[in-house]
């Protein structure tokens, strides 16, 4: 059966019997313009007409009705009229505002028929005749506060009530007519719309609170601008999805929180891991450098027990080859006796044949050459000092005594000239000293200037980059004044003179507002080593000094740098500090009280004079002002040269007196050796010569006159030589057994102390430091062995492998203990309460490596298991269930269409052809995306898969729905819009409406709205899909109708510009659907819809007391005074 039920209606009547709930009556008291009285229009359940030229108030009754049925926040009053929603208002209306007039201030304010002190009322009836049935919908207005908007209370009554009789005589006091209202148990009041609404829409059968709002769009729709959004809004339900998102978003509360709380175990894990990893190294690392101190005290015990084991060995080599020794030395001394014996016998044969003068002129011979060596030698060393000294070599005592005089002479010079060349030390010393130190200053000036444009000094610069690096402030932002001040062009003769004008204040650093008090409390506690000048600047901005400057003032000889923050302060502060006239003549200084001469020269307060020539007046190395340092990195450059080649100067000079001392010195020790000779006879080598050549002569002599002297002499030479040669072997069979006594000796006294030393080897040490020994050796000494003569050297070498080792080991574990140290805080900081009676250091190791067993054991899995659990049981069944109920809600509306399809296909849209909706899904990006996520949500969800990637692959994706549910930060708003879209089944469709042959069911045309469609087709269309959302919201569906139905509708206006056809088209429709119409049109449509209507109201303003008036008639009524106002014209046109 078609919903519209088109069959049912029984010819002689409009609409039949008359079903459902219809407007009886309309009254108003004080509404809009309708003042003073109570206004009644009666349609008693009949189509009828509201009708009247336009401004007379027509709209202000529908806006009445508009007020009684539709929210508060929805009402758009006067909307056929297209006004603009502050144009009319609820305040308008009680105020009966009907124009402007001008206020005592000349603005324009509203005029109104009433003040504060009255009060409103609307009121309407229903009758449902077939269930014989009344309901009266009633809303009263006043002024508890005449500041504000009016106050209202709302009232439902199951009896028809009247304004004149229920809401009068109470004495102006609104709380005794609620009390009376309440009195009747038929009457419910309500301070709010919500539950008065709830209240009315289930009395009148309306399901939903969208009906009420196609029922305002009803009044004003001439079209359907866009059928989708029609759709949509006024023929769909709402789902009611937003609750399903609450509980998704609580459910994501737990998950989430156990997801961090695995997050968190995995982030305490990946923390503690490596943190106890380092813990237990470092201590594997102190246990090893225990060891290595333990090794290193035991070194020297375990040296000398292993040398002890090659000193029992060696001692006893020793003894053996001391025995051999001993025996060879007394077998050579035998033979050494032997032969002195022999040698005494010869010596008393000689001396018996005359050898005793032979003996003494050989002794007197070998002393004499023994004192010609001495002589000689005597003499050369006293002929090399008399060549230093230039004076010749004596060969008389006369040469030798006037050298004598000479050199005392040289003495006293030389010592002279020594502490002349000492004092010229002094000073080359200190000048070269002087000028390096002076050139790498300049230098480090220099490197300073090159990184920067000013020319403020570098001690000066380094002490701010040191006072912004401690408070974190850019550079930038405290200048000193010379960086922003320069001397302007054209102006350099006067450079030099305003540079020392300036020189103190071009040093002092600008400090503005906000940073003044951590400036001022650095300054205060830290030794500058040097002056700082510092000026507070205020930050509000601060006018130039009063009064004209003179122009040729040193101030404006100045330019300030552009865009700096502090150009007005300092243009302030130059005008009244360097007012100074810049004078060219001493006549102009003399006048002048502030005034500076090209030479520099300065007068203050016309007494004071000062000129300071302590350094030149252009010298650049002293210039503070500027943008640019390049004319003082030039200057600074040539003066570093010139005081490195100063400094190459007197390193020469350094050189030459160096040379100098060195060859006075030489001859001072000429002069002193020469000294040392004090008589010619220790030099006299000639004299020496000729005494030992006349005992030379006279020995030959003898030994020539005695041939068995001669023979006896041979045997005694024979046997001397032979001793001589036993001598040595005696001398060194000797040596050899002292040699091997001495070795046997230290041996044994190296015993002993190796002894001692082995002796203090502790039990600890030979359970861990010796096998620690054993064990490194070869890493430490390599393949060399030990031996008696590399002992102390493989000692020491092993000494310095484990001090090597000792210090890797410290540094490391100092590296090692500051990372496990900042990991310990790293750690506290991030879980401050599981730490609170931690501290951070390798004494609390055990501490965290518990923590992290236990998360690894029991923590971590217990988290991953509750989330795992909430992950599928809450989050991915919850988002099943929510896209379930989204499925439903989009199999409801494909229902929907398909039922109201039904209702349209019973319609003739046009000869042979009927409408019917299509949809199809969106193409809106969101949307789409949107359903893709939830689908991957539960995907795979049945497979139960435990795999630790797929859990937090599926927590991303549900969290990625559920923070756009919830809002992310900033995106708030945004994510709200979001949210309300995508879960709003109903914009998951796109709909169209097409025109199809009933025979073939061929589509004629296609409408996704009515562009391009003259106004009665627009019209007709939206008569067509308006009375399809009027029928699903009202509930006049054919088999699924309910007992209670609302029949009311408004139409306002909306035959204005339609075609007869198209209007006739919708009453037709309407009549059909059994639906009661209030038409609202001005009075020239009455012809085309007379015989539609059965009552009229007709509503006239009094344009000179700004009041509308309502004349509530029937339909013969109207015709009859119709006609006889044409007769009358007619009449009149005759006469």
Excluded at 496 to 518: C, K, M, N
Excluded at 1028 to 1048: D, I, K
Aim: with cysteine; aromatic share 8%.
């Amino acid at each position: 059966m078609s919903s519209f039920n088109l069959e049912s209606e029984e010819p002689g009547r409009l609409f039949g019997a008359t079903p459902g709930f219809r407007l009886h009556k309309l009254e108003v008291y004080n509404w809009g313009t309708f003042d003073g009285k109570v206004w009644t229009f009666s349609p008693q359940g009949e189509t009828s007409l509201l009708t009247g030229d336009v401004g007379s108030g027509k709209s202000t009754l529908v806006d009445a009705l508009t007020t009684l049925l539709v929210h508060p926040r929805k009402v758009a009053y006067n909307k056929a009229a297209d006004s603009s929603a502050k144009e009319r208002s609820v305040t308008s209306y009680v105020r009966g505002y009907f124009g402007q007039k001008r206020s005592s201030e000349g603005n324009g304010q509203p005029d109104s028929l009433r003040d504060t002190n009255h009060y409103s009322v609307i009121l309407a009836t229903f009758l449902d005749q077939g269930l014989s049935q009344n309901v009266t919908l009633a809303q009263f207005f006043w002024f508890p506060d005449p500041q504000k908007s009016p106050v209202r209370f709302y009232i439902v009554a199951d009896k028809e009530m009247w304004i004149t009789r229920d809401f009068a005589r109470f004495n102006n006091d609104v709380r005794v007519l609620k009390k009376r209202l309440k009195a009747g148990n038929w009457v419910q009041v309500y301070e709010d719309y919500t539950r008065y609404a709830e209240v009315f829409r289930r009395k009148f059968g309306i399901a939903q609170e969208q009906a009420l709002d196609l029922f305002q769009q009803t009044i004003s729709m001439k079209k359907v601008e866009a059928l989708t959004d029609f759709v949509r809004t006024n023929m769909l339900e709402v789902p009611n999805t937003a609750k399903n998102v609450d509980d998704l978003i609580k459910h994501f509360q737990d998950l989430n929180g156990a997801h961090e709380a695995v997050l968190k175990a995995k982030q305490q894990i990946q923390l503690l891991a490596p943190l106890v990893d380092q813990g237990n190294r470092c201590l594997r690392l102190e246990d090893k450098q225990r060891l290595l101190n333990q090794a290193r005290q035991a070194l020297g015990p375990w040296f000398a027990e292993r040398r002890l084991v090659l000193l029992s060995a060696e001692i006893a080599n020793q003894e053996q080859k001391l025995i051999l020794a001993v025996a060879a030395r007394e077998q050579a001394e035998s033979i050494q006796r032997d032969l002195a014996k022999n040698i005494q016998g010869i010596e008393r044969a000689i001396f018996a044949n005359g050898g005793d003068a032979l003996e003494r002129l050989t002794r007197d011979i070998e002393i004499g050459r023994q004192t010609l060596r001495r002589f000689r030698k005597n003499l050369e060393a006293y002929a090399s000092h008399a060549q230093i000294l230039k004076l010749p070599v004596p060969d008389s005592l006369a040469v030798f005594l006037a050298n004598q005089r000479k050199s005392a002479e040289f003495k006293r010079s030389e010592e002279e000239a020594q502490r002349g060349l000492q004092e010229d030390l002094k000073t080359a010393v200190t000048e070269e000293d002087k000028a390096r130190k002076a050139a790498d200053q300049v230098a480090e000036e220099l490197a300073s200037l090159r990184s920067r444009t000013s020319s403020i000094p570098r001690e000066y610069v380094e002490k701010r980059q040191q006072l912004c690096r401690v408070l974190q402030i850019g550079e930038d932002e405290l200048p000193f004044v010379g960086e922003l001040v320069e001397v302007r062009a054209g102006e350099e003769s006067w450079e030099g003179a305003i540079e020392r004008l300036l020189h103190s204040f071009s040093l002092s650093l600008l400090v503005p507002e906000r940073h003044y008090q951590a400036v001022m409390q650095w300054v205060d506690r830290t030794h500058l080593g040097m002056r700082l000048v510092y000026y507070r600047v205020q930050d509000e901005g601060q006018p130039s000094a009063s009064g004209r400057l003179n122009p040729f003032s040193a101030a404006q000889k100045l330019n300030i740098k552009p865009s700096t923050p502090f150009g007005v302060w300092l243009s302030k502060e130059l005008r009244q500090r360097f007012a100074h006239v810049c004078c060219e003549t001493m006549e102009q200084f003399r006048r002048e009280a502030q005034a500076i001469t090209q030479s520099g020269q300065m007068k203050t307060g016309g007494k004071r004079h000062e000129k300071d020539d302590r350094h030149g007046l252009n010298d650049r190395r002293r210039y503070m002002l500027g943008f640019s340092n390049q004319k003082k990195v030039a200057v600074l450059e040539e003066s570093e040269q010139d005081l490195r080649n100063e400094a190459r100067f007197y390193h020469t000079e350094l050189d030459d007196i160096y040379r100098k001392q060195r060859e006075s010195q030489e001859r001072v020790q000429a002069v002193v050796g020469m000294a040392s000779i004090d008589d010619f006879a220790d030099i006299d080598t000639k004299t020496a010569e000729k005494d030992i050549e006349e005992k030379e002569k006279l020995k030959r002599k003898l030994e020539q006159e005695n041939d068995i002297l001669q023979g006896l002499q041979n045997q005694l030479a024979e046997l001397m030589q032979k001793r001589e040669i036993h001598e040595k072997v005696v001398e060194r069979a000797r040596k050899d057994e002292t040699t091997m006594e001495n070795n046997r000796d230290a041996l044994l006294r190296d015993n002993v102390s190796t002894g001692k030393a082995a002796a203090e080897a502790t039990p600890a040490m030979r359970e861990e430091a010796y096998p620690f020994l054993e064990q490194h050796e070869s890493e430490a000494l390599g393949n060399t062995g030990l031996n008696l003569d590399n002992g102390k050297t493989l000692e020491r070498d092993y000494l310095d492998w484990i001090e090597s080792e000792r210090n890797t080991l410290a540094d490391e574990i100092g590296r090692l203990k500051n990372r496990l140290v900042k990991a310990m805080q790293d750690y506290n900081y991030r879980y401050p309460e599981e730490t609170r009676e931690f501290d951070s250091d390798l004494e609390s190791l055990p501490e965290y490596a518990r923590i992290l067993a236990q998360l690894q054991s029991d923590g971590l899995p217990a988290f991953e298991q509750r989330f795992k659990q909430l992950l599928h049981e809450n989050a991915i069944n919850q988002i099943a269930l929510f896209q379930a109920k989204l499925k439903q809600a989009q199999d409801t509306i494909q229902t929907r269409i398909e039922q109201i399809n039904g209702s349209l296909n019973a319609i003739d849209y046009n000869e042979g052809r009927y409408i019917r909706l299509e949809y199809a899904e969106t193409y809106d990006t969101d949307i789409k995306e949107f359903r893709v996520q939830l689908k991957a949500c539960t995907e795979g969800a049945l497979s139960g898969s435990e795999d630790e990637q797929y859990a937090e692959t599926k927590f991303l994706q549900v969290k990625a729905i559920i923070e756009r549910f919830r809002g992310r930060p900033g995106e708030t708003k945004r994510d709200e819009r979001w949210t309300k879209k995508v879960i709003d089944v109903r914009n998951w469709f796109l709909f169209a409406a097409s025109e199809r042959w009933r025979e073939s069911d061929e589509e004629y045309e296609h409408y996704t709205d009515s562009g391009g469609k003259s106004g009665g087709q627009k019209e007709k269309l939206a008569y067509t899909i308006l009375a399809a959302g009027l029928v699903y919201h009202f509930g006049l569906e054919g088999q699924e109708s309910r007992p209670q139905s609302f029949r009311f509708v408004v139409i306002d206006e909306a035959f204005l510009k339609s075609s007869d056809e198209s209007a006739r088209f919708g009453l037709e429709l309407f009549k059909k659907l059994e639906l009661q119409l209030l038409i609202v049109t001005p009075l020239l449509k009455i012809p085309t819809i007379a015989k539609f209507i059965a009552h009229v109201g007709f509503v006239h303003h009094d344009d000179v007391k700004h009041q509308s008036m309502l004349r509530d008639i029937s339909i013969q009524e109207y015709e009859q005074e119709r006609k006889a106002r044409e007769v009358a014209q007619y009449v009149h046109q005759v006469v």
